[in-house]
């Protein structure tokens, strides 16, 4: 169409006279002028209004960015250089088509050629091409409209977004493709227009919707008048669709309403600009408003630490994750997170600082408090006293207790890299993985086993481990927990008490039988003195009867030593001889020494010192060393030497007891006293022995010290305080080991001499003997075997002593000796006779000579002439109105 009105005015112009060709080139010319004005102006009216729009939209993004783009500016003077060619290129055209048409304008008389002709018109029309396509090329939107609004011009973008084609555009109002959202447009331009006029200028974001479109747009618009002279001829808008912004900047909005952490902006100087709801309600304030009232240094509790966040935030990109601490309006404090970075201009000055606070106050009180159980589950188990083990499926340590270096010997990282069960005993093996499979096959939720397990110093350890599973949040079972307690101590004090109840139970065995012996030895003893010295006798019955008699004694000697180890007294410490107390042991221990062939070497020492103490005791741990060393002797060899010696050094007197037997391991030495600890098999000994007699040494104030010989064996030496100056008391011998003979009597046959004795026994032997044997020194006996009888006896006649057995018999049952006594003293009214007990049991020392209302005692088995002994120590200590009463 344009070709074809172009090639019209060429065939006019070739029709027009000179003259006429004249006026129409110069009005072409004064044409191309103005386009050419109208073409700069508005290249140059776009690029400002590029400036402008991209300014006002984007100043406030690249300000609140943490970084620095100084390329910016750089690309966009790189791109109006580049724009500035494009237009030299097309003022070149301009120029060119100017002279052209001014060479026509001076040269009348030479027309110019069609061919120039259409040069001229090609130049022109490549022009308004380059122009449109620059228009074209803005992704902005570009449009001209008249005052009326009717569409003048308008670029690709528009025609685009209408969906609709240039031609069916231009002259078309813009109503009919753009309104505004609200349904006022009209009314809006008509109360705006006056303003505009005046000022011939506008900026605003509008919000409008498409004819062809549901959802609304949003512009940033930049409108411009287009001046005719002094005259508004129309209007020039650039919009750029800032839609997907806004919904943004919608989304930001609500993200910044809604978030739970806090969110602020606030300035240099400490003033608050905006927070977020979370903020408000975090630090207790009631509006938004209240808090902006506020300082920043007022929300800290230390105004120190505030100012070094600031220097934080201004000295690093962005700092994240930093520990505050703040207060609240009601005066609490809160512990928050804060992540914070400084928005700074162009030369790097800040501009405002903005983050996000998280309320981590519960979460500190939730890890303290985990912390505390934490601390308290880690105490619980460090001072727990038994082992806890943790496997996971693999049969892998996950955890061990520091209990197991107390326990096993092994550290804790140790224990970690060892197998399952790898030091377990064998034969205990296969019971414990049997076990941690059922447990972890769900099959048993609780059970327990008792296994050896082997210490890291080599001996057996017992230790009772209890399974139970463990399992994960799901209830998934993944792994057993095994807590351990070492039960060595325990099993070897349950085989010791066992011991004890056996020992006590033939204790009480022996009891019995020495009682029993005890009367018969009594008998033996006596009869055997009353035919000895009886007159007519010959030499070699004499011997006989002297022979009988001294094992008479030597059985006695035995049953009370294992009445006193059976049954032993109550502890009387009192100055001791210490030859005594080894002799007395060696008794007891004389025929198991002879048994095993072993020879004891002692030495008495008849000048030491006495020491107190209780004979009972020390012969227990005198006993106790002389066994060990004879157990030590046969564990290498058949036959063995026991050394005893005493010595005296200062003020205490020293007991050694040396063996040539296995001796004794260095390594075992520290612990040599330690309850239950034994060198021995099992089955061997409890561990007792030695923690028992430290004890009884260390009570009487002495000590026990242990030494392995370099030739072998060992030596233990007993240490205990010696009483100088104080001589030592005889040990007890109711037997009269060697008893006093009639010779040896004092002269007080005339005190007994025809006293009375009342003899109350049930054995016929010992009621026979007394009778016979008292009789024959002058005293007048009766017998009876109950106490009905003896009170028939005392309804004839009154005594002098009364000899009662503690333990008496009648029909079958046991009579109390004591109750008989009572009842036969209370029946002899004022002439009460001197009652002495008799009994085969074991007597403590005090009840041989007791005074005042305690009755005496007389120990079984003894001679007659003990017993005379006896009757004249009662009537030497009885007042003298007393003693010659007959």
């Given at each position: ?15 027009t006279p000179?003259?006429?060709?004249q006026?129409?080139i110069?009005?072409r010319?004064e044409q191309?002028?103005?386009r050419?004005r109208?073409l700069?102006?508005m290249?140059?009216?776009v690029?400002?209004?590029l400036?402008v ?10 300000r ?13 003077v790189?791109?109006i250089?580049l ?8 003022t ?5 088509l100017?002279g ?11 027309p110019?050629s069609?061919?120039q002709l259409d040069q ?5 029309s ?5 122009y449109r396509?620059?228009?074209?090329s803005?992704?902005?939107i570009?449009l001209a409209v ?10 690709r ?9 240039f031609q069916?555009i ?5 109503a009919d493709f753009?309104q ?8 809006l ?11 011939r200028?506008?900026?605003s974001?509008i919000q409008?919707?498409l004819k062809?479109?549901?959802?609304p ?8 008048a287009?001046?005719r002279?002094?005259?508004?001829g129309?209007i020039t ?5 800032v839609?997907?912004l806004r ?5 930001f ?16 100087d400490?003033?608050i600009?905006?927070?977020?709801p ?7 304030y009631d509006?938004?408003?209240?808090l902006?009232?506020?300082?920043v240094p ?5 105004r120190?630490?505030r ?12 700092i994240q ?5 703040l207060?609240?309006?009601d005066g ?6 804060n ?7 162009n030369t790097?000055?800040v501009?405002r ?5 998280m309320?981590?106050?519960e979460?500190?009180e ?10 308290f589950?880690?105490?619980?188990v460090?001072?727990?006293?038994d ?15 520091p209990?197991?270096?107390?326990v096993l010997?092994y ?7 060892m197998e ?10 296969p019971?414990?993985?049997?076990l941690y499979?059922?447990v972890i096959?769900g099959?048993?939720t609780?059970?327990s086993v008792?296994?050896r397990?082997r210490?890291k110093l080599?001996?057996?350890r017992?230790?009772?481990?209890n399974f139970?599973?463990l ?10 927990v ?6 060595t101590d325990l099993?070897?004090l349950?085989e010791?008490?066992?011991q004890?109840?056996?020992l006590?139970a033939?204790g ?5 039988v020495a009682?029993?012996?005890?009367n018969p030895?009594?008998a033996?003893l ?5 035919l000895?010295?009886?007159?007519g006798?010959d ?10 008699h001294?094992q008479?004694?030597r ?7 294992l009445l006193e180890?059976?049954r032993?007294?109550s502890p ?8 005594s107390?080894v002799e007395?042991?060696l008794?007891?221990?004389e025929?198991?020494l ?8 002692f030495?008495?020492q008849p ?6 103490g209780?004979a009972?005791q020390?012969?227990?741990v005198l ?8 157990q030590?002797?046969r564990e290498?060899?058949?036959t063995g030497r026991i ?5 005296r050094?200062e003020?205490q ?6 063996d040539?037997?296995?001796?004794i391991?260095?390594e ?5 006293f330690d309850?239950f600890?034994?060198t021995k098999r099992p089955g061997g000994?409890t ?8 004890s009884i040494?260390r009570?009487h ?12 064996g060992?030596?233990f030496t ?8 104080q001589?030592p008391?005889p040990l007890?011998a109711?037997f009269g ?11 007080m ?11 109350l ?6 009621r026979?003997?007394l009778q016979?044997?008292?009789?024959a020194?002058?005293?007048r006996v009766?017998?009876a075997?109950?106490?009905e009888?003896a009170?028939?006896?005392l309804e004839?006649s009154s005594?002098d002593?009364?000899l009662?057995d ?7 049952f046991?009579?109390?000796?004591r ?11 004022s ?11 074991l ?14 005692c007389l ?12 009757l ?10 007393t003693?010659n009463?007959?």
């Open positions: 169409m344009q070709e074809e009105n172009q090639r019209a005015q060429q065939a006019d112009g070739r029709s000179p003259a006429d060709k006026a129409v110069s009005a010319f191309f002028e103005k050419q109208e700069w102006l290249a140059i009216l690029i400002f209004l400036g729009a991209y300014a006002w939209t984007s100043w406030d993004s690249i609140s960015l943490a970084h620095h783009y100084e390329a910016l500016p750089i690309g966009f790189v791109l250089v724009f500035g060619v494009y237009m030299w290129n097309k070149q055209e301009i120029s060119e100017r052209l048409m001014r060479g026509m304008e001076h040269r009348d008389e030479n110019p069609e061919k001229l018109f090609e130049i022109i490549r022009s308004q091409q380059g396509d620059l228009i074209d803005f992704d902005d570009l008249s005052l009326d609004g009717q569409i003048r011009a308008v670029n973008s528009f025609s685009d977004l209408v969906d609709t084609p069916q231009i002259g078309r109002p813009l753009v505004e959202s609200s349904g006022d447009g009209a009314r331009v008509e109360r705006a227009m006056p303003r505009f006029m005046e000022r200028q506008w900026a974001v409008v919707r062809n479109r549901s959802s747009f949003f512009f940033d618009c930049v409108a411009h287009m001046m002279g002094d005259k508004v129309g808008v650039l919009a750029r669709d839609s997907a919904k943004n900047e919608a989304r909005t609500e993200l910044f309403e809604s978030l739970q952490e806090g969110i602020y902006i606030t300035m240099p400490g003033t600009v905006d927070v977020n979370a903020l408000v309600r975090m630090l207790g509006s938004k408003e209240e902006l009232k506020r300082q007022e929300i800290f509790i230390d120190a630490e100012k070094i966040v600031k220097e934080e935030v201004e000295s690093q990109p962005k994750g930093r520990e505050i601490t207060v609240r309006k609490t404090s809160i512990v928050c997170l992540t914070a970075a400084a928005v700074r201009d790097g000055r501009l600082y903005q983050g996000a606070l309320d981590i106050t979460r500190r939730m890890e303290r408090r985990l912390h505390q159980q934490q601390e589950a880690r105490r619980l460090d001072n727990f006293p082992l806890i083990l943790v496997l996971d499926t693999n049969a892998h340590y996950t955890f061990v207790s209990r197991c270096t107390e010997g550290e804790v990282d140790e224990a970690h890299q399952f069960g790898g030091r377990t005993h064998a034969e205990d093996l019971s414990m993985i049997s499979k059922d096959a099959r048993q609780f059970a008792e296994v397990v210490h080599g001996d057996w017992r230790i009772r481990f139970s599973p399992s994960d949040e799901n209830g998934n079972i993944e792994g057993v095994l807590s351990g307690r070492d039960v099993k070897r349950e010791q008490l066992i004890a109840e056996k006590a033939m009480q065995m022996l009891a019995g009682h029993e012996l005890n030895l009594t033996i006596g009869v055997t003195e009353l000895r010295e009886r007159e006798t030499d070699s019955t004499k011997r006989q009867l002297e022979l009988t001294r008479a004694r059985a006695a000697r035995i049953v009370q030593n180890f059976s032993p007294a009387q410490k009192k100055p001791l001889d210490v030859n107390l007395r042991t008794q007891l221990h025929h198991s002879r048994r095993n062939f072993v020879e004891v070497d030495r008495p000048d030491l010192p006495a020491v107190v209780d009972n020390l012969i227990q006993l106790n060393l002389v066994t060990n060393a004879e030590a002797i290498v060899r058949d050394q005893i010696r005493l010595y050094k003020n007197l020293t007991v050694t007891v040396q040539d037997g296995v001796g391991r260095p075992a030495l520290p612990r040599i309850p600890y034994t000994g561990g007792l022995g030695l923690s028992i007699c430290m040494v009570e104030g002495g000590n026990i010290e242990a030494e392995s010989l370099p030739a072998g060992s030596a007993i240490y205990l305080p010696c009483v100088p100056g001589g008391e007890r109711p080991a060697e008893g006093a003979s009639p010779e040896s009597v004092p002269p046959a005339d005190l007994l001499r025809g006293r009375a004795v009342l003899v026994d049930d054995e016929e032997s010992l026979m003997l016979e044997g008292l009789s020194h002058g005293l009766d017998s075997a109950t106490t009888e009170l028939a006896h004839r005594y002593f009364l009662c503690l333990n008496l018999s009648s029909g079958g046991a009579v109390d000796g109750e008989a006594a009572s009842r036969i003293l209370k029946a002899a009214g002439q009460k006779p001197a009652l002495i007990f008799m009994t085969g049991d007597v403590e020392g005090s009840q041989e000579t007791a005074g005042g209302d305690e009755p005496l120990q079984k088995p003894f001679r007659v002439s003990d017993v005379l002994a006896f004249r120590d009662v009537l030497s200590d009885a007042p003298a109105e003693r009463t007959r």
